[in-house]
Nanobody, 117 residues
Framework: QVQLVESGGGLVQPGGSLRLSCAAS????????MEWFRQAPGKQRELVAQ???????SYADSVKDRFTISRDNATNTVSLQMNSLKPEDTAVYYC???????????WGQGTQVTVSS
């Protein structure tokens, strides 16, 4: 059974930092591209960052230079370090695993991030 379990969300003041983690089980982690999405109320889900099995990251323009995605293939985890947080970063953040073939993908249940003073 495939499971993606996110953790690390919460309430933070503008300018603060949070680190999200996603623990994967039931998949051969190294052959999956791992992605972080977010969905704010009333908005479409958007891709925030992704990292391939080899570790090459890419980011949405809105988070570039503030967020860092990383993965540990030994522990089957992907993390998202979020710095200089803004109120517009408030959303539910989801972890997604996409098989290198493109034929399989899995989602986590999401974790709430709220940036507010």
């Amino acid at each position: 059974q495939v499971q993606l379990v996110e953790s690390g969300g919460g309430l933070v003041q503008p300018g603060g930092s949070l680190r999200l983690s996603c623990a994967a089980s039931g998949i051969v982690f190294r052959v999956y591209t791992m992605e972080w999405f977010r969905q704010a109320p009333g908005k479409q889900r958007e891709l925030v960052a992704q990292i391939g099995g080899g570790g090459r990251p890419s980011y949405a323009d809105s988070v570039k230079d503030r967020f860092t995605i990383s993965r540990d293939n030994a522990t089957n985890t992907v993390s998202l370090q979020m710095n200089s947080l803004k109120p517009e970063d408030t959303a539910v953040y989801y972890c997604k695993a996409v098989h290198q073939s493109g034929n399989y993908n899995y989602w986590g249940q999401g974790t709430q991030v709220t940036v507010s003073s």
